[in-house]
Every structure is written in C-alpha cells, then in structure tokens.
C-alpha cells in the first residue's frame, strides 16, 4: 500500500504563494507518476499538475500554467506543489495522488493512490 500525506495548505491574500507537500510511504514505487488535483466547494475534483518519476516530465492545467510549479525529492519521497500568484478561484481542498504507471495523467480514474486533502484558502 501506499500512503500520502499532504501539508501546507492555509489562507492567504490574493498574490500571495504557497508551497504544498505530499510525503509518500509505504510502497513508494508504486507510486511514480504523482498529481496534484483540487475540488472547490460544488465543483468536480479537477486536474492541477502531475510529474513522472526519474526524467520528472511535468504537465499542467492550462488554470495554473506559469504560475504553478511541481517538484518532487526522491531522496525524500517528497511531492512538492508552489503555488505563486495565488487567486481567489484557486481556492479548494488540493489532494496528493499517485500512479503506478511512470506516465502523465490528467483523469481522476487513472490515479490508484489519494490523500487526504489540504485546504487552501485565497480571500480577494
């Protein structure tokens, strides 16, 4: 099995940034592809960033492009989202997910590991 933990979620001003992680246990190689999605209130959990294990190939929603990075520390089994320019549309629960395929996805359906999701907040 594999678990994810994400952290750092919070409120902030409009502008402003944060850095979310999600630490990895358990069966970390079942893990490579890792995502970031969201879910506002009323809305279907969607697709924010994803990053492959080794070459660490990157894609993002077209919401956050530019604004947005995804990282990740094998060393540390750390997933990392830093999130600059922050709006308030941007405000969800953000959730960790993994795969075990060493692709990008950007379905809900492909993803066989979630957190448990960390609240961000962005008052305008």
């Known amino acids: 099995q594999v678990q994810l933990v994400e952290s750092g979620g919070g409120l902030v001003q409009a502008g402003g940034s944060l850095r979310l992680s999600c630490a990895v246990s358990g069966r970390t190689f079942s893990s490579r592809t890792m995502g970031w999605f969201r879910q506002a209130p009323g809305k279907e959990r969607e697709f924010v960033a994803a990053?492959?294990?080794?070459?660490?190939?990157?894609y993002y929603a077209d919401s956050v492009k530019g604004r947005f990075t995804i990282s990740r520390d094998s060393a540390k089994n750390t997933v990392y989202l830093q999130m600059n320019s922050l709006k308030p549309e941007d405000t969800a629960i953000y959730y960790c997910a993994g795969r075990a395929t060493n692709t990008i996805a950007v379905g809900v359906p492909n993803y066989d590991y979630w957190g448990q999701g960390t609240q961000v907040t962005v008052s305008s």
């Open positions: 990053i492959t294990w080794g070459i660490s190939t990157t």
